[in-house]
């Protein structure tokens, strides 16, 4: 079978095109994929804000706090921050910590608990490191609320 020359112009564009997309998506999203996609991240955030629950440093925040709906947000914006194919619906940092009054030893221990969950869902570290560089900026809005 022969195939028209103009033909397999058009099917080499085709091709090569696809490929192109594929690959801008992929890199774009790659820290999503890194930390396991929407699974990943909502048993990451869940190991999070629970050992945050249980540490006798931060568990007053969360003894009135809807712990379900804060997996659900918080989880969402780690999807967004992250690459992945989700939109960021809640408040911003300085509103959503409001009346809170974190300080500095409240944060370190809550980015320790980030760590110890990132290390239980064997995160890379390169993924740990480019996640807790993303949230690194977020300090200055979240403290003193
Ligand atoms: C970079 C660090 C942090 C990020 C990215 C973050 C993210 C968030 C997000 C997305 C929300 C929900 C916003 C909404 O309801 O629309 C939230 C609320 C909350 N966060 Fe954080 N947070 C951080 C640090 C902390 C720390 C250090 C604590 C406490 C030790 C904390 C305790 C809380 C609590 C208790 C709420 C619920 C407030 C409420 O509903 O009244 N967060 N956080």
Do not use: W
Not at 75 to 103: I, R, V, W
Not at 128 to 144: F, G, I, Q, S, W
Request: hydrophobic share 45%.
């Amino acid at each position: 079978m022969t195939i028209h020359p103009i033909a397999s112009i058009f099917f080499m564009i085709a091709v090569t095109s696809g490929c192109a997309s594929y690959e801008t998506i992929r890199n774009d999203k790659s820290l999503f994929h890194d930390l396991g996609g929407k699974p990943g991240i909502a048993a990451i955030v869940r190991d999070t804000i629970d050992l945050a629950a249980a540490n006798p440093v931060t568990m007053r925040h969360f003894e009135k706090i809807d712990i379900p709906d804060l997996k659900k947000i918080v989880s969402e914006q780690f999807c967004a921050l992250t690459g992945g194919p989700c939109k960021y619906t809640g408040k911003d940092m300085a509103k959503a910590h409001k009346g809170l009054d974190l300080n500095a030893a409240e944060f370190n221990i809550f980015v320790e608990d980030l760590r110890h969950a990132l290390d239980r869902n064997r995160i890379s570290e390169s993924a740990r490191n480019r996640l807790l560089a993303l949230l690194a900026p977020m300090k200055r809005d979240v403290l003193h609320q």
